[in-house]
Structures are given as C-alpha cells and as structure tokens.
C-alpha cells in the first residue's frame, strides 16, 4: 500500500536500501528522486479522482494488492522467498497496522481537500519523529532541533487558524496520517537493523491488502472496467516509484536526495490547478512553507550530527529518521 509513508518525510522503503556511492553517480540518483516523487503526486491524484466514486477502504484495498506485483519483482531480484524470512513478524504487524490507519486517513485527507493542502499538512511528518523519537527511541533532542520543530507547529497552526473554527475532518485526517506515518517510520528503524527491505514492503501491502479485502463488503461499489485499471495503475506507479526511490538512494547519499520530496509540494499544485482548478489558500501556503523550511533544518542538522560523529549519510528518510537509533548524545 503506497500511502504517504514512502515519501512524506519518511522515505520508509528507502531507509533500508544499501547505498552503492562509489558504483553510480549522484545525478542519476536525483534524477530518478524527483521521477519517483512526480510518480508518488501522480498516484495521489489517481486517488482523488477516484474518491468521487469509491469509498477509501476500497481503494486502499486495490492499491495494497496491485502493489505487491511491484514487491514481488524487488523480492525476485534481491534473491527470492528467502528475502521474506523474519522473526519479527508481530513489529511487521504493528508497522502495517500503522500503515493501514495512515493510509486510510491520508486517502480521506485526499477525498476532502487539495493535494497541496494535505501535502502541507502531511509533511509534519519530520517534526512528529523528532518529538516521538525522545520516549519510544531514547534520543536527545537539543534546542537546535526543538526550535526547528516549534517553529514548525506554529506554521501548522498558521494553516489551521484555530480560531475561527477552521479545523475540520480533512485537516484532522491529514494531521493523523502524519502522525502514523511518523510511528511507521520508527518502527522501520527497528525492523531495518534484521529485515530486508522486501521484507517490509510485503508485510505491509499483504496485511492491509488482508484486512482491506474483509471490509470490501461494506458500501463495496463496483468499479467500472476503465475505474478499475486507473485503480491498477495507481497501485503500480507507486510501486515503480518505491523502486526508483530505493534506486535513487543507492546512488546518492541521502543529504543529497531527501530535500527533493519536497518537490511534491509543486507537483500537489500543479496536479490540483490542472485536474480541479484548487489552488492553496493563503494560509496553507504561509503555513506549508514553514513546515517545509523546519523540515530542511531537521534534515540539515541531521547531516551535521553525522559528520560530528564522523559517519557517511547513509539511505535513510529525510528526517530525524536519518539518524542511528542509538544516537543520544551527539549535538542536535
């Protein structure tokens, strides 16, 4: 199920790829970065358009199951069944079912508002992990990160204007699957130091895919033959861009490669103005750049704790994620 958490400051299936630096060449990783991000948009505004017409569990339903043909390619290519072995199986479960509610919330978000504007809202992805990452990772989180992560809020604040009751069902939804993406990404952490990245792709798309499939009954609307392969290309290309992603991240270190998300922001605008004629109001767009400016900072002092404690920068998401779980006393 390729939701918000491949990308939104997670890049989940890509903080477990294996960088090859000294094999390729940095360009071609970020070229292939900003395809798969173009791809993910894309996928997104398949999502929307089918939204119309089909309730979201349906759709999740389809996207799980078309985008474990994807899957099963990687899992072919990196070696076989073998690729799926694990004796983690109940984090697997926790990291779907986190997977699962931010799907679900992050297609609502989808359904109820503009691509752009649950962009914004979605890309606190960053500040939630650096917040999570103090009780559930035991990191230290210093006053460099803090005030990147405060200014961050209030430009979240800025987007929901709080007080004149502006907060609604699409923002609440936008703000959740944040928060699940943030707790998806964690747990990869956990499972990255034993799992394969076939690993969790699979686990993920099959045990959504599962619970998705026991659900279709309620309010199940059959889609068209023409619905039904724009249901089938969604799936695939957010596959294709999970695996351009993972490619991306071989080939360049992460520093290079994660701000380059942040072009989903332009595509969110693009897509909407073209396809329904939404622009970003002007509080969501005051508001969504600051997210993103604390989301780049986080990810520049990422890049400064790494080099303090003088490690590459390896394939991981652009956010506190990057860091190595183990780091507690490094400046941040």
């Given at each position: 199920?390729?939701?918000?958490?491949?990308?939104?400051?997670?890049?989940?299936?890509?903080?477990?790829?294996?960088?090859?630096?000294?094999?390729?060449?940095?360009a071609?990783?970020?070229?292939?970065?900003?395809?798969?991000?173009?791809?993910?948009?894309?996928?997104?505004?398949?999502?929307?358009?089918?939204?119309?017409?089909?309730?979201?569990?349906?759709?999740?339903?389809?996207n799980a199951?078309?985008?474990?043909?994807?899957?099963?390619?990687?899992?072919?290519?990196?070696?076989?069944?073998?690729?799926?072995?694990?004796?983690?199986?109940?984090?697997?479960?926790?990291?779907a079912?986190?997977?699962?509610?931010?799907?679900?919330?992050?297609f609502?978000?989808?359904s109820?508002?503009?691509?752009?504007?649950?962009?914004?809202?979605?890309?606190?992805?960053?500040?939630?992990?650096?917040?999570?990452?103090?009780?559930?990772?035991?990191?230290?989180?210093?006053?460099?990160?803090?005030?990147?992560?405060?200014?961050?809020?209030?430009?979240?604040?800025?987007?929901?204007?709080?007080?004149?009751?502006?907060?609604?069902?699409?923002?609440?939804?936008?703000?959740?699957?944040?928060?699940?993406?943030?707790?998806?990404?964690?747990?990869?952490?956990?499972?990255?130091v034993?799992?394969?990245?076939?690993?969790?792709?699979?686990?993920?798309?099959?045990?959504?895919?599962?619970?998705?499939?026991?659900?279709?009954?309620?309010?199940?609307?059959?889609?068209?033959?023409?619905?039904?392969?724009?249901?089938?290309?969604?799936?695939?290309t957010?596959?294709?861009?999970?695996?351009?992603?993972?490619?991306?991240?071989?080939?360049?270190?992460?520093?290079?490669?994660?701000?380059?998300?942040?072009?989903?922001?332009?595509?969110?605008?693009?897509?909407?103005?073209?396809?329904?004629?939404?622009?970003?109001?002007?509080?969501v767009?005051i508001?969504?750049?600051?997210?993103?400016?604390?989301?780049?900072?986080?990810?520049?002092?990422?890049?400064?704790?790494?080099?303090?404690?003088?490690?590459?920068?390896?394939?991981t998401?652009?956010?506190?994620?990057?860091?190595?779980?183990?780091?507690?006393?490094?400046?941040?």
């Open positions: 199920m390729w939701s918000a958490f491949a990308r939104y400051g997670g890049l989940i299936m890509a903080a477990v790829a294996r960088p090859r630096l000294a094999d390729s060449s940095a071609l990783g970020i070229g292939l970065a900003l395809l798969a991000f173009a791809l993910f948009s894309s996928m997104d505004a398949m999502i929307k358009w089918l939204s119309a017409d089909y309730p979201v569990h349906q759709m999740l339903f389809f199951a078309f985008g474990l043909l994807p899957v099963a390619l990687m899992t072919r290519r990196a070696g076989g069944l073998r690729e799926l072995r694990t004796h983690r199986i109940g984090l697997h479960l926790l990291r079912g986190c997977g699962m509610i931010g799907g679900f919330c992050a609502t978000a989808y109820l508002m503009p691509l752009a504007d649950a962009y914004a809202f979605i890309f606190t992805t960053p500040l939630l992990i650096t917040v999570l990452s103090i009780p559930l990772l035991g990191e230290t989180v210093r006053w460099r990160r803090w005030s990147a992560v405060l200014v961050g809020f209030i430009g979240v604040l800025i987007m929901l204007q709080p007080g004149n009751g502006s907060f609604d069902l699409a923002a609440g939804a936008a703000m959740l699957a944040a928060t699940a993406s943030a707790l998806s990404i964690i747990l990869v952490r956990k499972l990255s034993t799992e394969t990245t076939a690993s969790i792709a699979f686990y993920s798309n099959a045990v959504v895919a599962v619970v998705m499939a026991c659900l279709l009954p309620i309010g199940f609307v059959p889609p068209t033959l023409p619905d039904l392969a724009l249901m089938a290309l969604a799936g695939l957010g596959g294709a861009a999970l695996l351009c992603l993972i490619a991306a991240y071989r080939r360049a270190q992460a520093a290079v490669v994660a701000p380059f998300q942040y072009s989903q922001m332009l595509w969110g605008v693009v897509l909407g103005w073209l396809l329904w004629g939404d622009l970003p109001a002007t509080a767009a508001g969504g750049t600051i997210v993103v400016a604390s989301g780049l900072y986080i990810l520049y002092r990422e890049v400064v704790r790494a080099e303090d404690r003088l490690e590459p920068i390896t394939a998401p652009a956010s506190p994620a990057a860091a190595p779980a183990a780091a507690s006393a490094e400046p941040a």
